[in-house]
T-cell receptor, first 117, second 112 residues
Framework: DAGVIQSPRHEVTEMGQEVTLRCKPI?????LFWYRQTMMRGLELLIY????????DSGMPEDRFSAKMPNASFSTLKIQPSEPRDSAVYFC???????????????FGPGTRLTVL | AQSVTQLGSHVSVSEGALVLLRCNYS??????LFWYVQYPNQGLQLLLK??????LVKGINGFEAEFKKSETSFHLTKPSAHMSDAAEYFC??????????FGKGTTLSVSS
């Protein structure tokens, strides 16, 4: 398996523009997670899905952020409009089950480094 | 609610020296505990995890961690550091049915 795939790896945009980050989870994984990593706040969970359904979006910072999972193999995180404070590394992760003792491992993608000018 | 505190944002050791990265957690119920490693420009990789059973957990690359309930700790150790161990390390906690809560991370530097 290729692992969790994220695109683009780097994104530079100007304030006010729409940004879309993409993620392809590992095939067969039922859970998908979006995280944001910044120097100030560390690694924060934004939202996670189970079987394509959003379960907890309490970490989404504001209405400018939205996430979708139209099918089991694809998810997007959209920021509209983007602001400089959104600059961060955004990680996608997937797991087979929520936290079954024998299988509870989250696999992380390489991340998307977003810079908003 | 669960939380994780990693003591020391930056740890420096010499090659061959003991590595000790500290993690304390807060949880009202028995937690699952994890250590992840992040190499530059890469995603997080699981080092080891504690779920139930033996409190001393061995992971990849010679790392191990011990779950101490009385101290609410899950410190990560390695007897002898290698240059390749230089990375950022994250401790995380979860309970059944919840997502991972990560600590702020500890950057490990290894000098020759």
């Amino acid at each position: 398996d290729a692992g969790v795939i994220q695109s683009p790896r780097h994104e530079v945009t100007e304030m006010g523009q729409e940004v879309t980050l993409r993620c392809k989870p590992i095939s067969g994984h039922d859970y998908l997670f979006w995280y944001r990593q910044t120097m100030m706040r560390g690694l924060e969970l934004l939202i996670y899905f189970n079987n394509n359904v959003p379960i907890d979006d309490s970490g989404m910072p504001e209405d400018r952020f939205s996430a979708k999972m139209p099918n089991a193999s694809f998810s997007t995180l959209k920021i509209q409009p983007s602001e400089p404070r959104d600059s961060a590394v955004y990680f996608c992760a997937s797991s087979l089950e929520m936290f079954n003792a024998s299988t509870d491992t989250q696999y992380f993608g390489p991340g998307t480094r977003l810079t908003v000018l | 609610a669960q939380s994780v505190t990693q003591l020391g944002s930056h740890v420096s050791v010499s090659e061959g020296a003991l590595v000790l990265l500290r993690c304390n957690y807060s949880s009202s119920v028995p937690p699952y505990l994890f250590w992840y490693v992040q190499y530059p420009n890469q995603g997080l990789q699981l080092l080891l995890k504690y779920t139930t059973g033996a409190t001393l957990v061995k992971g990849i690359n010679g790392f191990e961690a011990e779950f101490k309930k009385s101290e609410t700790s899950f410190h990560l150790t390695k007897p002898s550091a290698h240059m390749s161990d230089a990375a950022e390390y994250f401790c995380a906690v979860s309970v059944t049915g919840t997502a991972l809560i990560f600590g702020k991370g500890t950057t490990l530097s290894v000098s020759s």
